[in-house]
């Protein structure tokens, strides 16, 4: 060990992922002692283990305060990890009880004021628990402090956006299953305007929610509670993962949109600018038929995925057909149904497809079938075959519960429509990951 540079034992120790192991180190040797107080990464969660034992008397260490201990001693830290484990989601606080409220800025401000100038990420999972009725002025602390920071990350708090001040060196920002007293988030947009990746999941208590980033790149945006409306402003925006239930009003200006994630329950009022740069496509709705129709034409979009909402799934609707996918997006090269999607689209099939001129350009098709006569799921892959006859790999999954004799007729079946190409089966489950078999030449 003396034989390493200290700045490569320095880098290993800095990836301790429990920083707490520093103490240990220091034991060893001089060296050791030596480059654990020059860590720049500090990671240090309360796992249930560690709180039974700081419990314990007569030896009772608070999680915080030695985290904030551990914390003082690191002069050279730029990255701080703060959280509770999901072991300890069930556990019951005591009214009052406050020693595992990671967000309270009495305990923050007792180690960020060793370590503010350096600071370029610090990430908080605090305890729901004991967090979610006691309002943070979190932001404003870090914003008035911490002048270097690029990413921000915030788990399971309930945060005030009183006092927050702009913060341009901030390029990434994550809240998740956050109650943020930011309604419209027009404080958000003003105080962070740099952003280029943002994540906001489970964001609760918004009602008219607006992203107006201009640097904004990557966005995964879930929104737990029904806004009226909700308009996102990014012209560099490039990925989009967007879970927004049904708002009335969904308004998109995102030219510059290539990877595109969109789960929408119910369609109401959609419009979008165009996407000329759109090349991968994913779509989960209980009226797809309407939402494809509320697209442009997307000539550039190559990779298309489809599937419903089977919870919310309404008895009467329009179901979209294999001809309206290739209407709109007439360059797709791989196209894959979910087992819902894959259920409307065949319900709709009744003696053969309508030839579209982009059905030539199909490579990969990829299905979750669905099952309810195998003759017609036979006649309807036979069509696509027939239709999209420039296919070179087609992987199809079934039911897990389909008798293995009726799985077996259906792939010998498929496999002789067309021996050229590449055929892949599999199994799925709902809420389960697919399982796949065997590739077949």
């Known amino acids: 060990m003396d034989n390493l540079p200290p700045t490569l034992i320095t880098e290993i120790l800095s ?3 429990d920083s ?15 480059a654990s107080y020059d860590v720049t990464s500090f990671r240090f969660f309360c796992s ?5 034992k700081s419990q314990a008397y007569p030896t009772k260490t608070r999680f915080k305060s030695a985290a904030t201990r551990l914390i003082t001693q690191l002069s050279q830290l730029d990255s701080v990890s703060l959280g509770v484990d999901n072991s300890l989601t069930g556990l019951d606080s005591e009214d009052g009880e406050d020693d595992l409220h990671l967000t309270d800025v009495g305990f923050v401000s007792d180690w960020l004021m060793s370590v503010k100038e350096r600071l370029k990420m610090v990430s908080f999972i605090d305890f729901w628990v004991q967090a979610s009725w006691r309002r943070s002025h979190l932001l404003s602390l870090i914003s008035r402090h911490c002048h270097r920071l690029n990413v921000l990350e915030v788990k399971n708090a309930w945060l005030s956006v009183e006092g927050l001040t702009t913060m341009s060196s901030l390029t990434s920002l994550t809240l998740e299953y956050v109650r943020l007293d930011d309604e419209n988030l027009s404080k958000l947009n003003d105080c962070f305007p740099c952003l280029e990746t943002l994540n ?19 966005c995964w945006w879930t929104i737990s509670n029904a ?6 402003f990014a012209p560099k925006l490039v990925n989009l993962k967007l879970d927004c239930v049904r708002p009335r009003s969904l308004v998109l200006e995102t030219p510059s949109l290539s990877d595109f994630h969109l789960i929408l329950e119910t369609t109401g009022s959609f419009s979008t600018s165009d996407l000329p740069h759109l090349q991968k496509l994913q779509l989960k709705s209980n009226f797809l038929r309407d939402l494809i129709h509320a697209f442009p034409c997307s000539k550039a979009v190559k990779q298309l995925r489809l599937d419903s909402i089977k919870r919310f799934r309404p008895v009467e609707r329009e179901k979209p ?20 999607a894959y259920s409307d689209i065949e319900g709709s099939f009744s003696v053969g497809l309508q030839e579209r001129k982009g059905m030539k350009g199909l490579k990969d098709f990829t299905a979750h079938l669905v099952i309810i006569d195998i003759e017609v799921t036979l006649s309807f892959i036979s069509s696509i075959l027939s239709k999209c006859d420039n296919l070179s790999t087609i992987s199809l999954l079934v039911d897990h519960k389909l008798d293995p004799t009726h799985a077996s007729y259906l792939m010998s079946k498929c496999e002789a429509f067309c021996s050229r190409a590449q055929w892949k ?17």
Not at 200 to 218: A, E, F, M, Q, T
Not at 227 to 232: K, Q
Not at 321 to 340: C, K, M, R, T
């Open 227 to 232: 806004p009226l409306s909700l308009t996102i």
């Open 48 to 52: 249930y283990d560690r709180y039974t």
């Open 321 to 340: 057909n294999l001809e309206l996918l290739f209407d709109v997006f007439p360059n797709i090269s791989s196209l894959s149904l979910g087992p819902e």
């Open 200 to 218: 906001l999941i489970g964001i609760g208590v918004l009602s008219d929610p607006k992203i107006y980033l201009r640097h904004l790149k990557s």
């Open 425 to 441: 089966w599999g199994f799925w489950k709902e809420d389960r990951k697919d399982v796949w078999m065997f590739d077949v030449v």
């Open 20 to 34: 707490s192991d520093l103490t240990r180190c220091r034991l060893t040797c001089k060296t050791l002692n030596s």
């Open 15 to 17: 990836r301790l992922t």
